[in-house]
């Protein structure tokens, strides 16, 4: 009886503390691959470029995510998610992990620390119809220019942040971040750094989604840049880019924009501008649907360094077919125009357009591509 007593007890307990500790882990991915031709390259005598690519729209991955139950109302939950590319089997460069993140949330929001998606590159992708990825993304126009676009300057994904994002006031939220560096580990008393301060408030309610995003990255020292057509060292860089852009959708078709300004301040330089304005529409058609953009950028400084009113133009088009409810094809055309020795290029989600000499300096680009592929989630 009291041995009965005792398995029973037993069991309560344990049944209490599932009740109490109830968590699960979902594993998801994607893969995605397909063909890409690039041509029409600003480089005398360089031939098209055929290639069989993987993570072309979007990064081919293998995820978990996970939550546990705390009790009244608060969660704790992790995301662990690992790129690679199906095409040879690699993985994403040295790192496991592309995202890779734990925190908290309740009814006061979530705080997050770790690995995870910039604040800025998350409005984008959502307006962009190609969302940032393909051969049509934004970003082959976007950040491609001098001092703008190396290492960690413009971030996709950014290391060693802490995060908070606030709950829903009908449809209005807030998410703030900073990272330590946001490329890689930190180093002696975080000198070169890239320090990254992130606030994006944003209103999403039925068809409209709204933001603006103020992203600014700093390094508190003298930086060889390591970049064509600036002086080197930069001294005290800071980079601020303000954005915004939403989208609204009228049911039988989608319409998207942005407006972004990105400013480097030096003490050794006058400042130098890099202004975006982007369209994208999408039209739904059952299990079609045909997608096109125009991205225009344009760089501004006074400083004698040869590129001032430099211009890059994207237009693009696109068509999509869901095969099923995880596997779909795509179909992507896109044009670079570039002014004034500008090299903007047809790269997507992991691939470049560039061209490069032995010495694997940047001198040239494609600018024009096409692409085709499957992408199946699970």
């Known amino acids: 009886m009291q041995k009965k007593s005792l398995v029973l007890a037993v069991a309560v307990a344990l049944a209490s503390g599932a009740v109490l500790a109830q968590s699960s882990v979902t594993v998801y991915g994607l893969v995605d691959i397909g063909y890409t031709n690039r041509g029409d390259a600003t480089v005398s005598g360089a031939g098209s470029k055929n290639e069989i690519n993987s993570n072309q729209v979007d990064d081919s991955k293998i995820g ?3 939550e546990e139950d705390l009790g009244n109302g608060n969660k704790a939950l992790f995301v ?3 790129v690679f590319h199906a095409d040879d089997g690699n993985i994403n460069g040295q790192r496991l992990f592309n995202k890779s993140f734990l925190g908290l ?3 006061w929001g979530k705080a997050i620390a770790g690995r995870m998606t910039a604040p800025r590159a998350s409005l984008l992708t959502d307006i962009d119809p190609f969302a940032a990825g393909s051969i049509g993304g934004y970003f ?3 950040s491609d220019g001098p001092g703008l676009s190396y290492d960690g300057w413009d971030p996709y994904t950014v ?7 606030s709950p829903s006031f ?6 703030a971040a900073y990272a330590t560096n946001a490329l890689d580990q930190e180093t002696l008393e975080n000198d070169g750094d890239f320090k990254t301060r992130a606030l994006l408030p944003r209103y999403t309610n039925g068809p409209l989604d709204i933001g603006f995003s103020w992203q600014r990255i700093t390094r508190d020292a003298s930086i060889p840049t390591g970049v064509t057509g600036l002086p080197a060292p930069l001294d ?18 989608k319409l998207g924009a942005f407006y972004d300004r990105t400013r ?7 400042d130098i501008t890099h202004k975006v304005w982007h369209l994208g529409v999408t039209v739904p058609l059952g299990k079609h649907a045909v997608l096109a953009s125009y991205t225009q950028s344009r760089y501004d400084e006074d400083n004698n360094l040869g590129y001032d009113g430099e211009k890059a133009k994207q237009w693009a088009l696109g068509y999509t077919y869901a095969l099923s409810r995880r596997t779909s094809f795509y179909a992507f055309y896109s044009d670079i125009h570039n002014d004034d020795g500008r090299m903007a290029s047809v790269d997507d989600s992991s691939n470049d357009g560039a061209i490069y000499n032995a010495a694997g300096d940047k001198i040239g680009a494609y600018e024009r591509g096409i692409q085709i592929g499957l992408m199946h989630t699970f």
């Open 170 to 175: 009908g449809g209005f939220n807030v998410t």
């Open 80 to 82: 662990l998610e690992a």
């Open 64 to 66: 978990f995510t996970g």
């Open 140 to 142: 082959n126009v976007y």
């Open 105 to 107: 949330s309740g009814n």
């Open 236 to 253: 005290d860089p800071k980079l601020t880019a303000l954005t915004l852009g939403g989208t609204y959708d009228f049911d039988v078709v």
């Open 264 to 270: 480097l301040k030096t003490s050794n330089l006058k």
């Open 159 to 165: 290391s060693n942040v802490a995060a908070y994002v």
